[in-house]
T-cell receptor, first 108, second 114 residues
Framework: DAKTTQPTSMDCAEGRAANLPCNHS???????VYWYRQIHSQGPQYIIH???NNETNEMASLIITEDRKSSTLILPHATLRDTAVYYC?????????FGAGTTVTVRA | EAGVAQSPRYKIIEKRQSVAFWCNPI?????LYWYQQILGQGPKLLIQ????????DSQLPKDRFSAERLKGVDSTLKIQPAKLEDSAVYLC????????????FGPGTRLTVT
């Protein structure tokens, strides 16, 4: 699987949009971009995934660049409950290969 | 629907002892995974089952770890004997559609080996 690069940590203000970047410059054509998050003391939780097009669901939006070498997860209105580690994963089979992720802290 | 259940939630043992973890996946989910998450790292896949057959156990330390999924539902992961470096959270996940299916995780079992 292609490797991803994410910032170690980031802060965001409650009520504002949180934009989480992810670089995956070696992604190949059949690999999907997945995002999971892990709230403290819980198991990871699926957020969203995409291949080429931008995607939106009730939790977040995923913006994938045209060359697919990077993507951004957008939490439109961050709340304190969104404080978690966010994992960007490039996937082409059943495996989820987690990196260290981005620790996002939402501040009041 | 009920989520993935795991027990126990916490376990403390001494090195060289044995320990077992139990997982009950979401009803109807044919695929079951066990992950190990060491503090400060992302989860690492140990083993994957499709029904009661092993699909991938390439990262499972087979000299001390074993796992089974009898009848294609519940699963147990065993460590015997435990080492200090086995201290971690053991996560179970399940999915309905095997290949790209969304994985649903349980709360995990936190193991401390002293």
């Amino acid at each position: 699987d292609a490797k991803t690069t994410q910032p170690t940590s980031m802060d965001c203000a409650e009520g504002r949009a949180a934009n989480l970047p992810c670089n995956h410059s070696t992604i190949s054509g059949n690999e999907y971009v997945y995002w999971y998050r892990q709230i403290h003391s819980q198991g990871p939780q699926y957020i969203i995934h995409g291949l080429k097009n931008n995607e939106t669901n009730e939790m977040a939006s995923l913006i994938i660049t045209e060359d697919r070498k990077s993507s951004t997860l957008i939490l439109p209105h961050a709340t304190l409950r969104d404080t978690a580690v966010y994992y960007c994963i490039v996937r082409n089979d059943y495996k989820l290969s987690f990196g260290a992720g981005t620790t996002v802290t939402v501040r009041a | 629907e009920a989520g993935v259940a795991q027990s126990p939630r916490y376990k403390i043992i001494e090195k060289r002892q044995s320990v077992a973890f139990w997982c009950n996946p979401i009803s109807g989910h044919a695929t079951l995974y066990w992950y190990q998450q060491i503090l400060g790292q992302g989860p690492k896949l140990l083993i994957q089952f499709q029904n009661n057959g092993v699909v991938d156990d390439s990262q499972l330390p087979k000299d001390r770890f074993s796992a089974e999924r009898l009848k294609g539902v519940d699963s147990t992961l065993k460590i015997q004997p435990a080492k200090l470096e086995d201290s971690a959270v053991y996560l179970c996940a399940s999915s309905f559609a095997g290949l790209f299916g969304e994985q649903y995780f349980g709360p995990g079992t936190r193991l401390t080996v002293t």
